[in-house]
């Protein structure tokens, strides 16, 4: 700077103010860039924090609505809605203990992944299918032979997306109740427990029930949405085969067709349940509902199904745009 300005000193007057002209432009380009960040990050931030706003008061209304529907069911239920990115929750009875059904399969998926990282098994290994396995009710290897073998991969995803009771028992079996339970602790679950074999009425009339939350299968569910649940590969299977649900009757069922849900279902004779993740253009966000004491199974589907597209039209399916939170 100092050579160019000992250099003006010989120039005539309109040279000069050519090289002061160019100065300034080269110095407007210097800091246009950055005050062109500032402002968008300005308005970045703005943006956020009128979305962050908007989607508290989406849910303040969807709460209202929510407490409605609840105090018309027929029936107990445990509800919580959860928007992932933002992290606003409403919920009722969330740490109120239900039978858990087969929503337990979900947290017996993970202690298997959990399995494999420790060495124990190979999800290639195969197991063998025995009498004392077979549930008659919703599993299609009730009817097959015993003696039979089966792929532990194939067994994760008949237990989750057709909810299928005998390769539960199997895999069960292979681990343990006391590792599994040690699992479901270790995992960060609070109030979820495997007593007693899946769908063991013998059991369950002895008093013998296993329980969960919703609190407990909506932590569940984030961990493996972030990541987290195990391992980040462990984390990604477990979300593909919940994406793969084959029971869409409850959370599913009045949504767009578009829509995908991760999810995992849950039936007992007085109990019925849904517990997943719906991803849309607006945010992905986790709806579980446990229904107990029920009158029928079909009002209680259609409740689960209400309190999903509810927590969807009041804070998913409008115009505002999702910033980059």
Same mark, same amino acid.
């Given at each position: ?9 010989h120039?005539? !007057? #309109? @040279? ?5 002209f ?6 407007i ?8 960040r500032? *402002?968008?990050a ?5 943006n956020?924090e ?8 989406? #849910? ?5 609505e ?11 239920a445990?509800i919580?809605? @959860? $928007?992932?990115?933002?992290?606003e ?16 399969k979900?947290? !017996? ?9 420790e =060495?124990?098994?190979?999800l290639?290994?195969?197991l063998?299918l025995?009498?004392?396995h ?9 009817? @097959?032979?015993?003696?039979?073998k %089966? ?6 995803? *008949? ?5 299928d009771?005998?390769?539960?028992n ?21 109030d979820?427990?495997?007593r007693?074999?899946?769908?063991d009425?013998?059991? *369950?009339r ?9 609190e407990d299968m ?5 961990k ?9 590969? &462990?984390?990604?299977r477990?979300?593909?085969?919940? @994406? ?27 109990t !019925?349940?849904?517990? =997943? ?5 607006k =945010? $992905? ?8 004491d029920?009158?029928? %199974? ?6 689960? &199904? $209400?309190? &999903?597209?509810c ?8 115009k505002t745009?999702m910033? &980059?939170?």
């Open positions: 700077m100092k050579e160019i300005v000992s250099g003006m000193r120039l005539p !007057i #309109y @040279k000069k103010a050519l090289v002061i160019g100065l300034v432009l080269v110095a380009s210097a800091v246009f860039p950055v005050f062109y500032i *402002r968008a300005s308005e970045l931030s703005l956020n009128r979305f962050l706003e908007e989607r508290k008061l989406d #849910y303040h209304v969807l709460m209202a929510l407490q409605g529907q609840a105090a018309k069911f027929k029936g107990d445990g919580l809605v @959860k $928007d992932i990115s933002t992290g929750s409403i919920s009722m009875n969330s740490s109120k203990l239900f039978p858990s059904a087969s929503l337990v979900l947290p !017996i998926m993970a202690a298997v992944y959990q399995a494999e990282l =060495g124990r098994l190979q290639t290994d195969k063998v025995k009498r004392s077979k549930v008659r009710d919703c599993s299609k290897l009730y009817f @097959k032979r015993n003696g039979t %089966y792929e532990i991969n194939d067994l994760i995803v *008949r237990m989750i997306t057709e909810s009771n005998t390769a539960s199997m895999l069960v079996e292979a681990l343990g109740f006391g590792y599994i339970n040690q699992k479901f602790v270790e995992f960060g679950l609070k979820t427990d495997l007693r074999g899946i769908m009425l013998k059991w *369950r002895a008093g013998i029930e296993n329980y969960t939350t919703v909506a932590y569940l569910l984030e493996i949405y972030n990541r987290e649940l195990v391992s980040t590969a &462990a984390s990604d477990m979300m593909a085969v919940l @994406k793969k649900q084959k029971v869409n009757d409850r959370i599913p069922r009045k949504l767009p067709d578009e829509t995908i849900v991760a999810h995992k279902t849950g039936s007992l004779r007085d !019925i349940s849904d517990c =997943g993740i719906v991803f849309t253009q =945010g $992905d966000f986790i709806v579980c509902v446990i229904t107990a029920i009158k029928n %199974y079909r009002t209680a589907k259609r409740f689960i &199904a $209400d309190i &999903a597209a927590a969807y039209d009041k804070c998913y399916n409008k745009e910033p &980059a939170l």
